[in-house]
């Protein structure tokens, strides 16, 4: 349970990959799995991170246990991104705010300490609070 004071991270990393062709949260990306580099890049400005997963992703599940998150799973994440969005705030409920990011993202960020200002540009879901978010994108050709 979280502190009714503290800003969450909800890192959404339920989906299939059924596109990618399974298994895009542990692919190789630059030396570290996908799903892990979202997750740290979250960490980095949101130190309370919560990690939604399939059931049964037991392998992404211990990558991601790793970083320091807490890693649940949403038992009808088949019913698309809208029931894992909904299964990370119902376990973090006493949260003041939530900064959500996707785990297959892992070149975006969050601004650090965007968390702390009270007049971001950006809402996510939150109940009171509002959220710069910083696309941190690196591209090498």
């Given amino acids: 349970m979280v502190s009714d004071a503290a800003i969450v991270g909800i890192l959404l990393a339920a989906g299939r990959g059924a596109r990618f062709g399974g298994e895009k949260l542990l692919a190789d990306l630059e030396g570290e799995r996908i799903g892990v580099s979202a997750c740290n890049h ?20 211990a990558a991601l246990a790793i970083t320091g998150a807490r890693v649940v799973s949403c038992p009808n994440s088949d019913d ?11 376990a973090t409920i006493d949260a003041k705010g939530w900064v959500v990011m996707l785990a297959d993202m892992p070149w975006c960020g969050v601004a650090p300490g965007a968390a702390d200002m009270p007049n971001g540009i950006s ?19």
Avoid: C, E, Q, W
């Fill in 123 to 141: 809402t996510m879901a939150t109940r009171t609070n509002s959220f710069a978010i910083k696309p941190a994108i690196s591209l090498s050709l």
């Fill in 80 to 90: 698309g991104m809208g029931a894992s969005l909904a299964h990370g705030v119902r």
């Fill in 42 to 61: 979250l960490m980095a400005a949101v130190p309370d991170v919560i990690v939604v997963v399939r059931p049964h992703d037991d392998a992404l599940a």
